[in-house]
């Protein structure tokens, strides 16, 4: 199970999908025009977000399965995509993580299947 976990990390890491959570009261915020941000950028941003969110999760539950780091990964895209307006191009990065993250995830319940 360790060396799993270790692919995960390292698969998030190389797939470098950014996600911004917007806030829950969007009048509270300046709009400010947003500095141009490059795709290794905004990867760089996701893969560190959905890490933070797995060490988190790992502090409260140590035993913590490689599937249940995908289902936080997965949950964290799906959050992205139906909580922002952010630009085509971002949106259309953290979908191509979404699926790859399944993917993974149908690997990984075929491995523990068989």
Known sequence: MRRRRGCVCALLRRIRIVMTSPPKDSEDVLHVDEPEVSESDFANFIDHQIERLIK????????????EE???????CKRFLT???????????VMAKLVDLKLEQDQVEAIVAA
């Not at 995908?70 to 964290?76: E, K, Q, R, S, W």
């Open 56 to 67: 988190e999760e790992r502090a409260r539950s140590p035993e913590l399965t490689t599937m």
């Open 70 to 76: 995908l289902n936080i990964a997965v949950a964290f």
């Open 83 to 93: 909580d922002t307006n952010t630009d085509h191009e971002k949106r259309t990065q």
